[in-house]
């Protein structure tokens, strides 16, 4: 079965073919950072239109590096929800209007459960079930997975997402964007003993998130300085807030396990992608004996493989998920916990 993914959420277009026997067989991917960088963030009218004029030859790249016909796919999949409504738009139309011509099915996946099942592309994928840290610019959640569409939250963020508080609080040091990696980036040069900044919620009783007094922290420390930043005071704020936002990532991660009996981490999402992150969980598996797994880095951002690949499991597990009803609707706000099948 060879499925057809179509990713435009956001600020990426991703195109991907993904085989149930052979595996990926290509996908390409168009990032808008460059052109929203001057504005220092995602511009949604800009998105949209930069989906329109990227989302055809990226779907010709793809067959043409698959060599594979149009009409050998059996199903199209597109990110139906959560993003931006008219990004979301331009990929559920350009997805529905080629299976419509094709007559082949569609279905909308979800585009939490892309970035979720995303670690199960890797040459050793993990087994179900685990507990999965979604960690990216709109969400940190942490769920229990026992299977495709078998998702139990167990903790989420009350305020900003880890990928949120990068962005803003690299903004404060005057980093542009996007600032995730730039902040990461610059802490590698930082004092740990500089600044101690505030470990939000990482003693609550639950496996809740709060990130936005973090970053009211390094505004704080910011404006506390009476002269310009020099670069290493920025390295050692930049040091202080990576360190608090690992801390507190790799601390509920342990309570969910602990609290799960599960000896598996998946970890997903942008911020997954993290150096810091990464090295303090890496560590924190071989203390605890549990194992992690993560996504390769280029999906650990919004990719159309991620689609396919969420595509072809729904299928799978329930083929009835998908569709000739070319009427497409999107959903930028859909609780990951409405796709559990029963």
């Known amino acids: 079965m ?28 168009h990032s808008q950072v460059a052109m929203h960088e001057a504005y220092g963030g995602v511009v949604p009218e800009l998105a949209s239109r930069d989906h329109i ?5 990226l779907l010709e790249q793809t067959f043409a590096d698959a060599g594979v016909a149009r009409d050998a796919i059996d199903a199209v999949a597109y990110t139906q929800g959560p993003g931006l409504a008219g990004a979301l738009l331009v990929g559920a139309s350009v997805a ?12 909308g996946i979800h585009h939490l459960e892309g970035h979720l099942l995303s670690p199960l592309l890797a040459a050793d994928p993990p087994a179900f079930p685990f507990v999965a840290l979604l960690v990216s610019g709109g969400h940190t959640q942490l769920m229990r997975v026992d299977g495709v569409g078998q998702y139990d939250l167990l903790g989420e963020t009350v305020d900003d997402a880890a990928g949120e508080a990068f962005d803003k609080s690299a903004k404060l040091l005057g980093l542009g964007y996007p ?17 101690h900044l505030p470990r939000p919620m990482l003693h609550s009783k639950n496996l809740d998130f709060s990130f936005s007094g973090l970053k ?29 936002v690992v801390n507190v990532l790799v601390a509920k991660c342990m309570t969910a396990l602990k609290q799960t009996g599960l000896k598996r981490l998946v970890v997903a999402g942008g911020v997954g992608a993290n150096k810091q992150l990464r090295a ?19 999906f650990c ?13 729904r299928l799978q597990a329930q083929p009835q998920a998908a ?7 999107v959903r930028p706000r859909w609780p990951l916990a409405e796709l559990r099948i029963t």
């Open 2 to 29: 060879i499925i057809l993914g179509v990713e435009s959420s956001c600020d990426e277009t991703g195109i991907a073919l993904y085989d149930t026997q052979r595996g990926l067989l290509a996908h390409a991917l």
């Open 53 to 57: 004029r990227r989302a055809i030859p």
């Open 96 to 107: 529905c209007s080629l299976a419509l011509a094709l007559d082949k099915p569609v279905l």
């Open 179 to 195: 600032g995730g990696p730039a902040i990461s980036r610059l802490a590698e040069f930082g004092d740990p003993a500089a600044y």
């Open 216 to 244: 009211t922290a390094v505004l704080t420390v910011v404006k506390k300085q009476t002269t310009n930043l020099c670069e290493q005071d920025k390295a050692n704020i930049a040091r202080g807030f990576v360190d608090a």
């Open 280 to 298: 303090a969980l890496n560590e924190a598996a071989r203390k605890r004996r549990f194992a992690v797994f993560y996504p390769a880095l280029e």
């Open 301 to 313: 951002t919004d990719n159309g493989a991620m689609i396919a690949f969420a595509g072809a499991m």
């Open 323 to 329: 569709t000739r009803d070319y009427a497409f609707t």
